[in-house]
């Protein structure tokens, strides 16, 4: 993923705690400097920084580390992720 605003589709969190959840874990992937989740919409909103590129799988293996250690049954796996503008 290159630089600029992605969303992306996730399932339903577990408990409240799953967004700021997701959110950190996201942040923690070199490259990404912002994340938000969203429950209402259950949308993931993150932004690859300027010169920066991210691969999917880092992506995916940090919210699967972070649904692993979350646990409850936690899946933070991301579907139809799109740039936006």
Same mark, same amino acid.
């Given at each position: 993923? /290159? !630089? @600029?605003?992605? /969303?992306? *589709?996730?399932?339903?969190?577990?408990?409240? #705690?799953? @967004?700021?959840? $997701? *959110?950190?874990? $996201?942040? /923690?992937?070199? #490259?990404? !400097?912002?994340? %938000?989740?969203?429950? &209402?919409?259950?949308?993931?909103?993150?932004?690859?920084? &300027? *010169? %920066?590129?991210?691969? !999917?799988?880092?992506?995916?293996?940090?919210?699967?580390?972070? %649904?692993?250690? $979350? @646990? $409850? @049954?936690?899946?933070?796996?991301? /579907?139809?992720?799109?740039?936006?503008?």
């Amino acid at each position: 993923l /290159s !630089e @600029g605003n992605y /969303s992306a *589709g996730i399932k339903p969190f577990v408990c409240s #705690g799953c @967004g700021s959840f $997701m *959110g950190k874990a $996201m942040r /923690s992937v070199f #490259g990404v !400097e912002k994340a %938000a989740a969203d429950d &209402k919409s259950h949308t993931l909103k993150f932004t690859v920084a &300027k *010169g %920066a590129s991210v691969s !999917e799988k880092d992506v995916h293996d940090a919210l699967k580390a972070a %649904a692993d250690k $979350m @646990g $409850m @049954g936690a899946d933070y796996t991301l /579907s139809n992720i799109a740039k936006s503008n």
